[in-house]
T-cell receptor, first 116, second 111 residues
Framework: GAVVSQHPSRVICKSGTSVKIECRSLDFQATTMFWYRQFPKQSLMLMATSNEGSKATYEQGVEKDKFLINHASLTLSTLTVTSAHPEDSSFYIC????????????FGPGTRLTVT | GESVGLHLPTLSVQEGDNSIINCAYSNSASDYFIWYKQESGKGPQFIIDIRSNMDKRQGQRVTVLLNKTVKHLSLQIAATQPGDSAVYFCAEKGGRRALTFGSGTRLQVQP
């Protein structure tokens, strides 16, 4: 089956620093990748949709200058949390869609970000 | 805005019993629905899906029912096991939109 990986699985950073999270589709090409954020005991909330080779589309309330998304290839998308603050601490989950199968959306294992 | 919601935040069942988790959705344009299982610290795990042209779909020990008239989705788990303990989310989408998730139900299976 389709596999999506994320790196790192956990990261701790100091307030004010930036951290990059990678999302890779391992055995399929993903023209579209999605980034979700999940706070404790809450649901997954879509942050942005990333299309290969073009700018990401951000959901309302998500700061595009704070959450930089790059989708430079069909197998890699990155999310950079800039000038991180403790309130950015969350579980970040990426998802990739196989461009040949409209409905299928595969999820990564998530990245736990803790900002101290 | 459009949302997908759940009736019960926590469901506690005895091992061996059947579990039913419910979900209401509000976007009438949604045509694809999925149930996910999420264990602590992990990403969502696909359980079963259903398209809007169906009202029932069965998998191994799981059944999804879709009632488009009242915009209701349910997940039935037969002979619930301790390993089924997790948070369950319904998700919906229409066309090429991203999946939208419901608020989740925690299933606790008592041995």
């Amino acid at each position: 089956g389709a596999v999506v990986s994320q790196h790192p699985s956990r990261v701790i950073c100091k307030s004010g620093t930036s951290v990059k999270i990678e999302c890779r589709s391992l055995d399929f090409q993903a023209t579209t990748m999605f980034w979700y954020r999940q706070f404790p005991k809450q649901s997954l909330m879509l942050m942005a949709t990333s299309n290969e080779g073009s700018k990401a589309t951000y959901e309302q309330g998500v700061e595009k200058d704070k959450f930089l998304i790059n989708h430079a290839s069909l197998t890699l998308s990155t999310l950079t949390v800039t000038s991180a603050h403790p309130e950015d601490s969350s579980f970040y989950i990426c998802s990739a869609r196989d461009h040949q199968v409209t409905y299928e959306q595969y999820f990564g294992p998530g990245t736990r970000l803790t900002v101290t | 805005g459009e949302s997908v919601g759940l009736h019960l935040p926590t469901l506690s069942v005895q091992e061996g019993d059947n579990s039913i988790i419910n979900c209401a959705y509000s976007n009438s344009a949604s045509d694809y629905f999925i149930w996910y299982k999420q264990e602590s610290g992990k990403g969502p795990q696909f359980i079963i899906d259903i398209r809007s042209n169906m009202d029932k779909r069965q998998g191994q020990r799981v059944t999804v029912l879709l009632n488009k008239t009242v915009k209701h989705l349910s997940l039935q788990i037969a002979a619930t096991q301790p390993g089924d303990s997790a948070v369950y989310f319904c998700a919906e989408k229409g066309g090429r939109r991203a999946l939208t998730f419901g608020s989740g139900t925690r299933l606790q299976v008592q041995p």
